[in-house]
């Protein structure tokens, strides 16, 4: 059965256009703020949906804060209506080409699945009106996300990812289903926290 055109699988094919012209430039890496570049700094919700499927692309050590960061200040650029502009020391990290090109396209393909189960429906809470509130969010789990402890970032940028996938092919309920996720990650997040701390007291109690 062939899958209808969605909004969300025409910016999934923006994507992974945007990479794949990168790659006839014989690049081995793209920066950040080449990324950005290539998909608009002005696509806010495009480029949340990006980095939070970034962030679940395993990195080096440090990779995952990074993209956090970045998550926090495209969110903040959409709080102020404003085109994002990475500083430097964020802007200029560099990410491997062919493997954003191998996710690219994997997202192409879990789009069109996706896209058979969310439609445009409740649309009033993914109109312009909702940038504010969803800046607001983003703001919020991604300042808990950049907290260096394990694992910490996983189930709310699951959220994540599920609202900007939501937003973008204009699915209310998607979006619902996304913040309760995000919501439910930062409750395991905030044990975690609690729980390193106690540890953390307990471990220093025992010194002689």
Same mark, same amino acid.
Request: net charge positive.
């Given at each position: 059965m062939t899958v209808r055109a969605t909004p969300i699988t025409r910016y999934a094919r923006r994507i992974a256009n945007a990479l794949q012209r990168a790659a006839l430039g014989r690049q081995s890496h793209v920066t950040l703020s080449e990324l950005i570049a290539l998909l608009g700094p002005?696509?806010?919700r495009l480029l949340?949906?990006?980095?939070?499927?970034?962030? @679940?692309?395993p990195g080096p050590p440090g990779y995952g804060g990074v993209i956090a960061w970045t998550?926090?200040? $495209? *969110?903040?650029? %959409? #709080?102020?209506?404003?085109?994002?502009?990475?500083?430097?020391?964020?802007?200029?990290?560099?990410l491997r080409l062919n493997l954003l090109l191998r996710a690219s396209e994997q997202v192409v393909k879990v789009t069109a699945i996706?896209?058979?189960?969310?439609?445009?429906?409740?649309?009033?809470?993914?109109?312009a009106a909702a940038n504010v509130p969803y800046a607001i969010f983003v703001i919020?789990?991604?300042?808990? @996300?950049?907290?260096?402890?394990?694992?910490?970032?996983?189930?709310?940028?699951?959220?994540?990812?599920? $609202? *900007?996938?939501? %937003? #973008?092919n204009r699915d209310g309920a998607g979006v619902v289903i996304g913040v309760l996720a995000s919501l439910v990650g930062l409750s395991i997040a905030v044990a975690l926290i609690v729980g390193v701390f106690h540890l953390g007291s307990l471990a220093l109690g025992s010194l002689p």
């Open positions: 002005r696509a806010h949340l949906l990006v980095v939070s499927l970034f962030n @679940m692309i998550t926090i200040l $495209i *969110a903040i650029a %959409m #709080l102020l209506g404003r085109p994002i502009r990475l500083p430097p020391i964020i802007g200029n990290r560099r996706l896209a058979r189960f969310s439609r445009p429906r409740l649309r009033w809470m993914t109109g919020a789990v991604g300042l808990v @996300m950049v907290i260096p402890v394990p694992l910490i970032n996983a189930i709310p940028n699951v959220g994540l990812c599920i $609202i *900007a996938f939501s %937003m #973008l």
